[in-house]
């Protein structure tokens, strides 16, 4: 015991915060080995947690992220509520809950909703030189909808003009166009067609009937009745980033402007019922468009359901993430529990050894606590001096055993990414990091309590005769 410490306790003075943070570095100092060792068995117990503990965070964020990717978790989508798709004049009654202007403004009013859009869509036959796509999805969106969605952008902008139509093509569309002359496509040999949206003509027929019914018939030879429908040049607005291993909900789709969508398609089907709309009892269209969904956003999560009851209360289908992702997320925190469990026995055997590196610190210093008694020495700072042991053996396993588990991290989710996987399997993040390392101070410190309380009840003249 240094002689400045011993001064101070015979003038009646307790020890200072630094003198005990002194002497129990030093004594750990003096026990090398074991102090290592002792640290190793902490550092292994917090590395399994963290990286136990960071598989089901990985799982979940992955999750959450491919949630936003595919609508995010405060969207609803609202439908009709008997049907997906119009079907002609059969679904024209009267009384049937349409997906209409009215409606966009009535949810529109809802005081958590920010922004509501109605969603045409269409599908139609594109063609590019040899190439072929015989039922391309255009879904026309408002522009504050298309702004909204983020889309990754590998070129180009999003169509926010609603002067002139064009055309943002989804990362798979290209995948989705046939050779004509080899009946050959991607899905059949893995050949990406040779198509630049951008720079190549790309054609769209939007009256497919029409086409069909003026095709040879069933290949005889045979002219098909009616007149070839107008084919029309694809204005090209951007193409959303990915690859052909990208899948996401708009990876399939092309995106649009609603309104020039709207008027080229009255302009086109002037006097006619448009595909898709559907008709009055006598087979005559309508003045207005009813569309096939309304795409709409909440303020935030929490009122998500509030806002989907209220739609699904005046008839209509609504569907959002938010169904889901709670059990989603008691899954992960079931899976979570499990694997923090399993990582916790190792911390536990860690704190076996912690108390075992402690009483025999005891038994090793049984003199040396005598002398501290019987100088006047407090109880306090006794049992302080080695719960401080203990806590130091937590600090550095804890500190260690985090830059561990960054390193094992790493290691799993490069290999996840050489399986091709596009998802962070194990996430760390600094709440645990910090959390474990507070955690593993804690195992240390009530490791060590009860050596502590038997160094504080030695006996000052039987410490002192002990050899």
Same mark, same amino acid.
């Given at each position: 015991?240094?002689?400045?410490?011993?001064?101070?306790?015979?003038?009646?003075?307790?020890?200072?915060?630094?003198?005990?943070?002194? +002497?129990?570095?030093?004594?750990?100092?003096?026990?090398?080995?074991? @102090?290592?060792?002792?640290?190793?068995?902490?550092? !292994?117990?917090?590395?399994?947690?963290?990286?136990?503990?960071?598989?089901?965070?990985?799982?979940?964020?992955?999750?959450?992220?491919?949630?936003?990717?595919?609508?995010?978790?405060?969207?609803?989508?609202?439908?009709?509520?008997?049907?997906?798709?119009?079907?002609?004049?059969?679904?024209?009654?009267?009384?049937?809950?349409?997906?209409?202007?009215?409606?966009?403004?009535?949810?529109?009013?809802?005081?958590?909703?920010?922004?509501?859009?109605?969603?045409?869509?269409?599908?139609?036959?594109?063609?590019?030189?040899?190439?072929?796509?015989?039922?391309?999805?255009?879904?026309?969106?408002?522009?504050?909808?298309?702004?909204?969605? $983020?889309?990754?952008?590998?070129?180009?902008?999003?169509?926010?003009?609603?002067?002139?139509?064009?055309?943002?093509?989804?990362?798979?569309?290209?995948?989705?166009?046939?050779?004509?002359?080899?009946?050959?496509?991607?899905?059949?040999?893995?050949?990406?067609?040779?198509? $630049?949206?951008?720079?190549?003509?790309?054609?769209?027929?939007?009256?497919?009937?029409?086409?069909?019914?003026?095709?040879?018939?069933?290949?005889?030879?045979?002219?098909?009745?009616?007149?070839?429908?107008?084919?029309?040049?694809?204005?090209?607005?951007?193409?959303?980033?990915?690859?052909?291993?990208?899948?996401?909900?708009?990876?399939?789709?092309?995106?649009?402007?609603?309104?020039?969508?709207?008027?080229?398609?009255?302009?086109?089907?002037?006097?006619?019922?448009?595909?898709?709309?559907?008709?009055?009892?006598?087979?005559?269209?309508?003045?207005?468009?009813?569309?096939?969904?309304?795409?709409?956003?909440?303020?935030? +999560?929490?009122?998500?359901?509030?806002?989907?009851?209220?739609?699904?209360?005046?008839?209509?289908?609504?569907?959002?993430? @938010?169904?889901?992702?709670?059990?989603?997320?008691?899954?992960?925190?079931?899976?979570?529990?499990?694997?923090?469990?399993?990582?916790?026995?190792?911390?536990?055997?860690?704190?076996?050894?912690?108390?075992?590196?402690? +009483? +025999?610190?005891?038994?090793?210093?049984?003199?040396?606590?005598?002398?501290?008694?019987?100088?006047?020495?407090?109880?306090?700072?006794?049992?302080?001096?080695?719960?401080?042991?203990?806590?130091? !053996?937590?600090?550095?396993?804890?500190?260690?055993?985090?830059?561990?588990?960054?390193?094992?991290?790493?290691?799993?989710?490069?290999?996840?990414?050489?399986?091709?996987?596009?998802?962070?399997?194990?996430?760390?993040?600094?709440?645990?990091?910090?959390?474990?390392?507070?955690?593993?101070?804690?195992?240390?410190?009530?490791?060590?309590?009860?050596?502590?309380?038997?160094?504080?009840?030695?006996?000052?003249?039987?410490?002192?005769?002990?050899?």
């Amino acid at each position: 015991m240094p002689a400045r410490f011993v001064m101070r306790v015979l003038k009646g003075n307790r020890m200072r915060l630094d003198d005990l943070l002194y +002497m129990s570095s030093g004594s750990l100092w003096k026990r090398k080995v074991r @102090t290592i060792l002792t640290v190793l068995g902490v550092v !292994i117990g917090t590395a399994s947690i963290v990286v136990m503990v960071s598989l089901g965070l990985g799982l979940n964020r992955s999750t959450m992220q491919d949630i936003e990717e595919n609508g995010g978790l405060t969207s609803i989508e609202v439908r009709e509520a008997d049907s997906y798709s119009y079907d002609g004049g059969e679904t024209a009654e009267k009384d049937k809950k349409r997906l209409d202007d009215d409606l966009v403004k009535l949810i529109r009013g809802n005081p958590h909703v920010k922004l509501v859009s109605p969603v045409l869509t269409v599908n139609v036959l594109a063609k590019c030189g040899a190439y072929e796509n015989n039922y391309m999805e255009i879904r026309g969106m408002s522009s504050e909808a298309l702004q909204n969605m $983020d889309f990754p952008l590998a070129d180009g902008e999003i169509p926010v003009r609603e002067d002139e139509l064009v055309f943002l093509y989804g990362n798979q569309v290209i995948a989705e166009f046939m050779n004509s002359r080899t009946n050959s496509g991607y899905w059949m040999d893995g050949t990406i067609p040779d198509i $630049d949206f951008k720079n190549d003509s790309v054609f769209i027929i939007y009256d497919m009937d029409s086409y069909y019914n003026s095709m040879d018939n069933l290949g005889n030879g045979q002219q098909g009745s009616g007149k070839p429908p107008k084919k029309y040049l694809a204005g090209y607005a951007g193409l959303i980033d990915g690859g052909m291993d990208t899948y996401k909900s708009y990876s399939w789709r092309v995106y649009c402007n609603i309104v020039p969508l709207e008027a080229h398609l009255k302009r086109l089907f002037r006097g006619k019922v448009i595909p898709g709309q559907p008709s009055t009892a006598s087979g005559k269209p309508y003045k207005q468009f009813y569309y096939n969904e309304l795409y709409v956003e909440v303020d935030d +999560m929490a009122n998500v359901s509030e806002v989907q009851k209220w739609i699904t209360d005046m008839g209509y289908q609504t569907y959002s993430n @938010t169904e889901w992702v709670d059990s989603m997320k008691k899954q992960y925190s079931y899976i979570q529990a499990v694997l923090g469990g399993i990582g916790a026995v190792s911390l536990i055997v860690a704190a076996i050894g912690i108390t075992n590196t402690m +009483m +025999m610190s005891i038994y090793e210093r049984t003199k040396e606590i005598g002398v501290m008694k019987v100088i006047g020495c407090d109880m306090r700072d006794i049992r302080t001096l080695f719960l401080m042991e203990a806590g130091f !053996i937590g600090l550095i396993g804890g500190v260690v055993g985090i830059g561990f588990s960054f390193l094992i991290s790493f290691i799993i989710n490069q290999i996840v990414m050489k399986m091709g996987m596009e998802m962070t399997l194990s996430y760390i993040p600094l709440w645990l990091a910090g959390s474990s390392v507070g955690f593993a101070i804690l195992v240390g410190m009530v490791a060590g309590f009860f050596p502590a309380l038997r160094a504080m009840r030695l006996s000052p003249l039987a410490a002192i005769r002990n050899e």
